[in-house]
Protein backbone atom coordinates (compact mmCIF):
# COMPACT_ATOMS: atom_id res chain seq x y z
CA UNK A 1 0.00 0.00 0.00
CA UNK A 2 1.59 3.26 -0.68
CA UNK A 3 2.19 5.54 2.16
CA UNK A 4 -0.02 8.96 2.00
CA UNK A 5 2.09 11.91 0.85
CA UNK A 6 3.23 14.31 3.46
CA UNK A 7 1.41 17.57 3.54
CA UNK A 8 3.13 20.20 1.06
CA UNK A 9 5.16 23.24 3.60
CA UNK A 10 3.69 26.56 3.63
CA UNK A 11 5.98 28.26 1.12
CA UNK A 12 7.98 31.16 3.19
CA UNK A 13 7.00 33.48 0.57
CA UNK A 14 3.38 34.09 -0.49
CA UNK A 15 2.80 35.37 -4.46
CA UNK A 16 -0.12 37.03 -3.58
CA UNK A 17 2.34 39.96 -2.24
CA UNK A 18 3.20 39.99 -6.08
CA UNK A 19 -0.43 40.58 -6.80
CA UNK A 20 -0.37 43.74 -3.71
CA UNK A 21 3.31 44.70 -5.46
CA UNK A 22 1.57 45.46 -8.85
CA UNK A 23 -1.15 46.60 -7.69
CA UNK A 24 0.64 48.92 -5.55
CA UNK A 25 2.79 50.23 -8.84
CA UNK A 26 -0.29 50.95 -10.77
CA UNK A 27 -2.25 52.96 -8.34
CA UNK A 28 1.06 55.41 -8.82
CA UNK A 29 -0.01 55.95 -12.23
CA UNK A 30 -3.50 57.09 -11.20
CA UNK A 31 -2.98 60.52 -10.16
CA UNK A 32 -4.04 61.98 -13.39
CA UNK A 33 -7.52 60.62 -12.78
CA UNK A 34 -7.92 62.18 -9.46
CA UNK A 35 -10.32 65.44 -9.07
CA UNK A 36 -7.36 66.50 -7.49
CA UNK A 37 -4.95 67.13 -9.63
CA UNK A 38 -7.35 67.85 -12.20
CA UNK A 39 -7.96 70.94 -9.97
CA UNK A 40 -4.74 72.24 -10.80
CA UNK A 41 -5.62 72.30 -14.17
CA UNK A 42 -8.71 74.63 -13.60
CA UNK A 43 -6.69 77.95 -14.32
CA UNK A 44 -4.34 76.97 -17.07
CA UNK A 45 -6.98 75.68 -19.37
CA UNK A 46 -9.40 78.42 -18.52
CA UNK A 47 -6.57 81.07 -19.78
CA UNK A 48 -5.79 78.50 -22.77
CA UNK A 49 -9.13 77.73 -23.98
CA UNK A 50 -11.78 80.19 -21.72
CA UNK A 51 -13.38 77.48 -20.51
CA UNK A 52 -15.29 77.57 -17.59
CA UNK A 53 -14.70 75.65 -14.24
CA UNK A 54 -18.09 73.98 -14.50
CA UNK A 55 -17.02 72.93 -18.25
CA UNK A 56 -14.01 71.75 -17.21
CA UNK A 57 -15.38 69.41 -13.78
CA UNK A 58 -17.53 68.14 -16.50
CA UNK A 59 -14.88 66.09 -17.96
CA UNK A 60 -14.40 63.72 -14.60
CA UNK A 61 -18.40 63.63 -14.78
CA UNK A 62 -18.07 61.93 -17.92
CA UNK A 63 -15.37 59.75 -16.87
CA UNK A 64 -17.44 58.83 -14.25
CA UNK A 65 -20.46 57.80 -15.98
CA UNK A 66 -17.96 56.08 -18.79
CA UNK A 67 -16.56 54.11 -15.91
CA UNK A 68 -20.02 52.92 -14.58
CA UNK A 69 -21.12 51.26 -17.81
CA UNK A 70 -17.67 50.12 -18.77
CA UNK A 71 -17.27 48.22 -15.39
CA UNK A 72 -20.46 46.69 -15.82
CA UNK A 73 -19.12 44.62 -18.48
CA UNK A 74 -15.30 44.55 -16.89
CA UNK A 75 -16.19 42.52 -13.83
CA UNK A 76 -17.05 39.15 -15.05
CA UNK A 77 -14.11 39.71 -16.87
CA UNK A 78 -11.99 39.89 -14.05
CA UNK A 79 -13.72 36.61 -12.91
CA UNK A 80 -13.62 34.70 -15.45
CA UNK A 81 -10.04 35.74 -16.92
CA UNK A 82 -8.37 37.87 -14.58
CA UNK A 83 -6.50 41.11 -14.98
CA UNK A 84 -3.39 40.51 -16.54
CA UNK A 85 -3.97 40.75 -20.22
CA UNK A 86 -6.77 43.77 -19.09
CA UNK A 87 -4.24 45.98 -17.27
CA UNK A 88 -1.79 46.56 -19.72
CA UNK A 89 -4.64 47.10 -22.21
CA UNK A 90 -5.98 50.05 -20.42
CA UNK A 91 -2.32 51.56 -19.85
CA UNK A 92 -2.55 51.42 -23.39
CA UNK A 93 -5.16 53.07 -24.21
CA UNK A 94 -4.69 55.70 -21.15
CA UNK A 95 -1.30 56.70 -22.09
CA UNK A 96 -2.42 56.62 -26.33
CA UNK A 97 -5.28 59.21 -25.17
CA UNK A 98 -3.74 61.58 -23.04
CA UNK A 99 -0.78 62.57 -25.70
CA UNK A 100 -3.57 63.35 -27.79
CA UNK A 101 -5.52 65.09 -25.44
CA UNK A 102 -2.41 67.93 -26.03
CA UNK A 103 -3.58 68.49 -29.32
CA UNK A 104 -6.89 69.53 -28.11
CA UNK A 105 -8.46 72.67 -29.34
CA UNK A 106 -12.38 72.99 -28.16
CA UNK A 107 -14.04 71.56 -25.06
CA UNK A 108 -15.78 68.70 -26.80
CA UNK A 109 -12.52 67.28 -28.15
CA UNK A 110 -11.00 67.53 -24.19
CA UNK A 111 -14.47 65.68 -23.10
CA UNK A 112 -14.23 63.00 -25.80
CA UNK A 113 -10.51 62.37 -24.74
CA UNK A 114 -10.02 62.87 -21.16
CA UNK A 115 -13.45 62.04 -20.16
CA UNK A 116 -14.45 58.91 -22.20
CA UNK A 117 -11.42 57.26 -23.59
CA UNK A 118 -8.80 57.71 -20.40
CA UNK A 119 -12.03 56.30 -18.34
CA UNK A 120 -12.87 53.84 -20.57
CA UNK A 121 -8.44 52.66 -20.13
CA UNK A 122 -8.79 52.99 -16.76
CA UNK A 123 -11.62 50.56 -15.94
CA UNK A 124 -9.44 48.16 -17.50
CA UNK A 125 -6.68 48.92 -15.18
CA UNK A 126 -8.28 50.48 -12.56
CA UNK A 127 -9.10 50.04 -8.88
CA UNK A 128 -11.84 47.58 -9.38
CA UNK A 129 -9.58 45.48 -11.23
CA UNK A 130 -6.73 45.30 -8.67
CA UNK A 131 -9.24 45.35 -5.60
CA UNK A 132 -10.86 42.48 -6.89
CA UNK A 133 -7.31 40.61 -7.63
CA UNK A 134 -6.61 41.26 -4.54
CA UNK A 135 -9.63 39.99 -2.78
CA UNK A 136 -9.14 36.67 -4.37
CA UNK A 137 -6.03 36.01 -3.08
CA UNK A 138 -6.23 37.15 0.41
CA UNK A 139 -9.04 36.05 2.98
CA UNK A 140 -7.61 36.48 6.60
CA UNK A 141 -5.17 39.45 5.22
CA UNK A 142 -7.04 41.00 2.89
CA UNK A 143 -7.24 44.17 4.89
CA UNK A 144 -3.54 45.18 5.26
CA UNK A 145 -3.12 43.59 1.32
CA UNK A 146 -5.51 46.27 0.36
CA UNK A 147 -4.38 48.73 2.74
CA UNK A 148 -0.65 48.53 1.29
CA UNK A 149 -1.79 48.61 -2.30
CA UNK A 150 -3.48 51.66 -1.41
CA UNK A 151 -0.75 53.68 -0.33
CA UNK A 152 0.64 53.32 -4.24
CA UNK A 153 -2.25 55.51 -5.17
CA UNK A 154 -1.90 57.71 -1.91
CA UNK A 155 2.23 57.90 -2.67
CA UNK A 156 1.72 58.43 -6.59
CA UNK A 157 -0.54 61.78 -5.28
CA UNK A 158 2.81 62.96 -3.32
CA UNK A 159 4.75 62.71 -6.23
CA UNK A 160 2.17 63.86 -8.82
CA UNK A 161 0.96 67.05 -7.15
CA UNK A 162 4.14 68.89 -6.74
CA UNK A 163 5.68 67.66 -9.77
CA UNK A 164 1.84 69.19 -11.66
CA UNK A 165 2.49 72.52 -10.27
CA UNK A 166 6.12 72.61 -11.18
CA UNK A 167 5.59 71.23 -14.75
CA UNK A 168 2.68 73.74 -15.17
CA UNK A 169 4.91 76.77 -13.77
CA UNK A 170 7.92 76.13 -15.29
CA UNK A 171 6.43 74.23 -19.14
CA UNK A 172 2.87 74.06 -19.72
CA UNK A 173 -0.59 71.66 -19.27
CA UNK A 174 0.67 69.61 -22.24
CA UNK A 175 3.89 68.52 -20.82
CA UNK A 176 2.12 67.10 -17.96
CA UNK A 177 -0.15 64.93 -19.72
CA UNK A 178 3.30 64.18 -21.53
CA UNK A 179 4.36 62.74 -18.27
CA UNK A 180 1.04 61.51 -17.33
CA UNK A 181 1.28 58.70 -20.32
CA UNK A 182 4.69 58.34 -19.33
CA UNK A 183 4.07 56.83 -15.83
CA UNK A 184 0.83 55.12 -16.89
CA UNK A 185 3.12 53.25 -19.15
CA UNK A 186 6.63 52.24 -16.95
CA UNK A 187 3.65 51.57 -13.95
CA UNK A 188 1.42 49.19 -15.47
CA UNK A 189 2.64 47.55 -18.42
CA UNK A 190 5.55 44.86 -17.37
CA UNK A 191 4.55 44.83 -14.27
CA UNK A 192 1.17 43.76 -14.51
CA UNK A 193 2.13 41.24 -17.47
CA UNK A 194 4.77 39.90 -15.30
CA UNK A 195 3.42 39.38 -11.88
CA UNK A 196 -0.80 39.65 -12.05
CA UNK A 197 -2.54 36.28 -11.84
CA UNK A 198 -6.35 36.04 -11.74
CA UNK A 199 -6.35 34.20 -8.54
CA UNK A 200 -4.10 31.60 -5.93
CA UNK A 201 -5.80 28.42 -7.04
CA UNK A 202 -4.69 28.98 -10.31
CA UNK A 203 -1.02 28.51 -9.38
CA UNK A 204 -2.47 25.30 -7.02
CA UNK A 205 -2.29 27.95 -4.12
CA UNK A 206 -4.89 28.86 -1.53
CA UNK A 207 -5.50 32.22 0.08
CA UNK A 208 -3.34 33.92 2.48
CA UNK A 209 -0.93 31.05 1.32
CA UNK A 210 -2.26 28.24 3.60
CA UNK A 211 -1.65 25.02 3.57
CA UNK A 212 -4.11 22.19 1.99
CA UNK A 213 -4.64 20.61 5.34
CA UNK A 214 -5.87 24.38 7.15
CA UNK A 215 -9.14 24.85 7.39
CA UNK A 216 -9.40 27.93 5.55
CA UNK A 217 -13.51 28.67 6.84
CA UNK A 218 -11.86 29.07 10.22
CA UNK A 219 -13.52 31.27 13.06
CA UNK A 220 -11.19 34.27 12.67
CA UNK A 221 -11.77 34.84 9.33
CA UNK A 222 -15.00 37.07 8.37
CA UNK A 223 -15.80 35.20 5.45
CA UNK A 224 -17.71 32.61 7.75
CA UNK A 225 -20.65 34.39 8.72
CA UNK A 226 -22.74 32.11 6.40
CA UNK A 227 -22.49 29.95 3.76
CA UNK A 228 -22.56 32.38 0.74
CA UNK A 229 -19.09 32.82 0.47
CA UNK A 230 -18.55 30.28 -1.50
CA UNK A 231 -21.23 30.73 -3.93
CA UNK A 232 -21.30 31.66 -7.79
CA UNK A 233 -23.96 34.72 -7.26
CA UNK A 234 -25.70 35.97 -10.49
CA UNK A 235 -26.62 39.61 -10.79
CA UNK A 236 -30.60 39.07 -9.89
CA UNK A 237 -29.57 37.69 -6.69
CA UNK A 238 -27.40 40.16 -5.85
CA UNK A 239 -30.09 42.62 -6.29
CA UNK A 240 -32.38 41.17 -4.47
CA UNK A 241 -30.14 41.26 -1.13
CA UNK A 242 -30.76 44.29 0.89
CA UNK A 243 -27.17 44.54 1.94
CA UNK A 244 -26.23 44.85 -1.65
CA UNK A 245 -28.60 48.32 -1.48
CA UNK A 246 -27.04 49.51 1.44
CA UNK A 247 -23.61 48.95 1.15
CA UNK A 248 -23.99 50.47 -2.47
CA UNK A 249 -25.68 53.28 -1.09
CA UNK A 250 -23.48 53.95 1.16
CA UNK A 251 -20.53 54.00 -1.42
CA UNK A 252 -22.40 56.25 -3.54
CA UNK A 253 -23.21 59.33 -1.32
CA UNK A 254 -20.04 59.44 0.01
CA UNK A 255 -18.33 59.04 -3.04
CA UNK A 256 -20.41 62.01 -4.51
CA UNK A 257 -18.99 64.49 -1.70
CA UNK A 258 -15.81 62.82 -2.13
CA UNK A 259 -15.44 63.94 -5.57
CA UNK A 260 -16.95 67.59 -4.92
CA UNK A 261 -14.10 68.27 -2.48
CA UNK A 262 -11.30 66.86 -4.31
CA UNK A 263 -11.92 68.39 -7.68
CA UNK A 264 -12.51 71.99 -5.56
CA UNK A 265 -10.27 71.76 -3.30
CA UNK A 266 -7.10 73.77 -4.92
CA UNK A 267 -9.25 76.00 -6.42
CA UNK A 268 -10.83 76.61 -3.00
CA UNK A 269 -7.89 77.34 -1.52
CA UNK A 270 -6.92 79.70 -4.52
CA UNK A 271 -9.91 81.62 -3.66
CA UNK A 272 -9.05 81.80 -0.40
CA UNK A 273 -5.54 83.16 -1.38
CA UNK A 274 -3.71 80.41 -0.58
CA UNK A 275 -0.32 80.76 -3.00
CA UNK A 276 -0.04 77.45 -5.40
CA UNK A 277 3.00 76.25 -3.00
CA UNK A 278 0.83 76.13 -0.23
CA UNK A 279 -2.28 74.55 -2.07
CA UNK A 280 0.11 71.95 -3.02
CA UNK A 281 1.41 71.22 -0.10
CA UNK A 282 -2.01 71.02 1.61
CA UNK A 283 -2.92 68.30 -1.62
CA UNK A 284 0.41 66.43 -1.02
CA UNK A 285 -0.16 66.07 3.07
CA UNK A 286 -3.22 65.18 2.60
CA UNK A 287 -1.74 62.03 0.63
CA UNK A 288 0.32 61.21 3.22
CA UNK A 289 -2.30 61.50 6.10
CA UNK A 290 -4.11 58.73 3.99
CA UNK A 291 -0.85 56.74 3.67
CA UNK A 292 0.11 56.98 6.63
CA UNK A 293 -3.27 55.86 7.75
CA UNK A 294 -4.11 52.93 5.73
CA UNK A 295 -1.88 50.11 7.20
CA UNK A 296 -3.53 51.04 10.61
CA UNK A 297 -7.08 50.98 8.73
CA UNK A 298 -6.52 47.53 6.99
CA UNK A 299 -5.29 45.73 10.15
CA UNK A 300 -8.63 47.20 11.96
CA UNK A 301 -11.02 46.82 9.02
CA UNK A 302 -10.43 43.06 9.38
CA UNK A 303 -12.24 43.54 12.16
CA UNK A 304 -14.53 45.08 10.28
CA UNK A 305 -17.63 43.07 11.85
CA UNK A 306 -17.60 45.76 14.47
CA UNK A 307 -20.08 47.95 13.39
CA UNK A 308 -18.46 51.15 14.90
CA UNK A 309 -15.75 50.03 13.30
CA UNK A 310 -17.76 50.82 9.68
CA UNK A 311 -18.85 54.11 10.85
CA UNK A 312 -16.13 56.04 12.32
CA UNK A 313 -14.39 56.74 8.04
CA UNK A 314 -17.76 58.36 7.45
CA UNK A 315 -18.33 60.45 10.93
CA UNK A 316 -14.26 61.39 10.21
CA UNK A 317 -15.33 62.96 6.55
CA UNK A 318 -18.33 64.54 7.29
CA UNK A 319 -16.01 66.31 10.02
CA UNK A 320 -13.65 67.00 7.61
CA UNK A 321 -16.32 69.08 5.45
CA UNK A 322 -17.23 70.87 8.70
CA UNK A 323 -14.18 71.88 9.16
CA UNK A 324 -13.34 73.07 5.92
CA UNK A 325 -16.21 75.74 6.52
CA UNK A 326 -13.19 77.16 8.45
CA UNK A 327 -10.49 76.72 5.56
CA UNK A 328 -9.53 80.63 5.88
CA UNK A 329 -7.73 80.03 8.94
CA UNK A 330 -4.92 78.08 8.33
CA UNK A 331 -5.21 75.94 11.53
CA UNK A 332 -8.59 74.82 10.45
CA UNK A 333 -7.77 74.27 7.10
CA UNK A 334 -4.90 71.95 7.88
CA UNK A 335 -7.45 69.95 10.19
CA UNK A 336 -9.91 69.46 7.85
CA UNK A 337 -7.40 67.60 5.46
CA UNK A 338 -6.37 65.36 8.15
CA UNK A 339 -9.65 64.48 9.28
CA UNK A 340 -10.79 64.21 5.89
CA UNK A 341 -8.14 62.03 4.43
CA UNK A 342 -7.58 60.00 7.38
CA UNK A 343 -11.59 59.29 7.12
CA UNK A 344 -10.96 58.58 3.19
CA UNK A 345 -8.12 56.04 4.09
CA UNK A 346 -10.75 54.03 6.18
CA UNK A 347 -13.76 54.01 3.97
CA UNK A 348 -11.81 53.02 0.49
CA UNK A 349 -10.42 49.88 2.30
CA UNK A 350 -13.81 49.13 4.27
CA UNK A 351 -15.45 48.97 1.11
CA UNK A 352 -13.15 46.73 -0.29
CA UNK A 353 -13.48 43.89 2.63
CA UNK A 354 -17.20 44.39 3.33
CA UNK A 355 -18.00 42.88 -0.22
CA UNK A 356 -15.32 40.27 -0.43
CA UNK A 357 -16.72 39.43 3.18
CA UNK A 358 -20.37 39.25 2.64
CA UNK A 359 -20.65 37.88 -0.93
CA UNK A 360 -17.39 35.64 -0.89
CA UNK A 361 -14.05 35.18 -4.43
CA UNK A 362 -16.01 32.93 -6.76
CA UNK A 363 -18.17 35.81 -7.86
CA UNK A 364 -16.39 39.55 -6.96
CA UNK A 365 -16.29 40.92 -10.26
CA UNK A 366 -19.79 40.25 -10.81
CA UNK A 367 -20.91 41.61 -7.38
CA UNK A 368 -18.88 44.71 -7.34
CA UNK A 369 -19.38 45.55 -11.30
CA UNK A 370 -23.16 45.48 -10.26
CA UNK A 371 -22.87 48.20 -7.89
CA UNK A 372 -20.42 50.20 -9.37
CA UNK A 373 -23.07 52.03 -12.16
CA UNK A 374 -24.62 53.49 -9.22
CA UNK A 375 -21.52 54.66 -7.09
CA UNK A 376 -19.56 55.78 -10.41
CA UNK A 377 -23.09 57.92 -11.60
CA UNK A 378 -23.22 59.75 -7.84
CA UNK A 379 -19.24 60.69 -8.45
CA UNK A 380 -19.93 61.76 -12.00
CA UNK A 381 -22.64 64.28 -10.03
CA UNK A 382 -20.19 65.47 -7.34
CA UNK A 383 -17.86 67.71 -10.17
CA UNK A 384 -20.63 69.37 -11.58
CA UNK A 385 -23.04 69.59 -8.59
CA UNK A 386 -19.82 71.46 -6.80
CA UNK A 387 -18.86 73.74 -9.09
CA UNK A 388 -22.27 74.72 -10.20
CA UNK A 389 -22.76 75.42 -6.85
CA UNK A 390 -19.91 77.93 -6.76
CA UNK A 391 -21.09 79.13 -10.22
CA UNK A 392 -24.78 79.80 -8.57
CA UNK A 393 -23.50 81.44 -5.39
CA UNK A 394 -20.03 82.45 -5.87
CA UNK A 395 -18.89 80.31 -2.85
CA UNK A 396 -17.97 76.54 -2.35
CA UNK A 397 -19.60 76.92 1.28
CA UNK A 398 -23.26 75.53 0.90
CA UNK A 399 -21.98 72.51 -1.14
CA UNK A 400 -19.75 71.76 2.36
CA UNK A 401 -22.79 72.04 4.48
CA UNK A 402 -24.77 69.54 2.61
CA UNK A 403 -22.09 67.18 2.37
CA UNK A 404 -21.92 67.11 6.10
CA UNK A 405 -25.74 65.46 5.95
CA UNK A 406 -24.29 63.09 2.97
CA UNK A 407 -21.24 61.42 5.11
CA UNK A 408 -24.03 61.04 8.04
CA UNK A 409 -26.70 59.35 5.82
CA UNK A 410 -23.81 57.35 4.42
CA UNK A 411 -22.35 56.17 7.95
CA UNK A 412 -26.04 55.27 9.17
CA UNK A 413 -26.63 53.00 5.84
CA UNK A 414 -22.81 51.32 6.44
CA UNK A 415 -23.99 51.02 10.10
CA UNK A 416 -27.32 48.96 8.86
CA UNK A 417 -25.46 46.83 6.49
CA UNK A 418 -25.54 43.12 7.57
CA UNK A 419 -24.57 40.16 6.30
CA UNK A 420 -26.78 38.51 3.31
CA UNK A 421 -28.76 35.73 4.04
CA UNK A 422 -28.67 32.37 2.10
CA UNK A 423 -31.17 31.44 -0.32
Known amino acids: MRPPEPPKKRPRYFYGW ?3 FASFLAHLSYAEHHSSVLGFFMRPLNQSFGWSRTEISVVQSIARFVEAGASFFVGPVIDKHGP ?11 GIAMIVTTQVESIWQFWLLRGVVVAIGFTLMGHMVTNVTINKWFVKKRGRAIAFSGIGS ?5 IMTPLTV ?4 VYNWQTMFVVFAVVTWAMVLLPSLIFMRRQPEDLGLNPDGDDDNLDHNSDDTNETQSNTIDRIWTRTQVLRTPVFWLLTASIAIANLAFQGINISLAPYMQDLNYPDAVVATVVTVRAVFMAAALPAWGVIIEKAS ?8 FALQGCGAYLFLGGENPVFLWLAVATYGTGFAGMMIIQEVLWADYYGR ?7 STGFPLVFGFSAIGPIFMNGIFDLFGSYEPAYILFIGLYSMSGLFIFLAKHPKPT
Open 166 to 169: WVLA
Open 362 to 368: PSLGLVR
Open 154 to 158: NLGNV
Open 18 to 20: NIV
Open 306 to 313: SVMIRVIP
Open 84 to 94: RLLMPLGAIIV
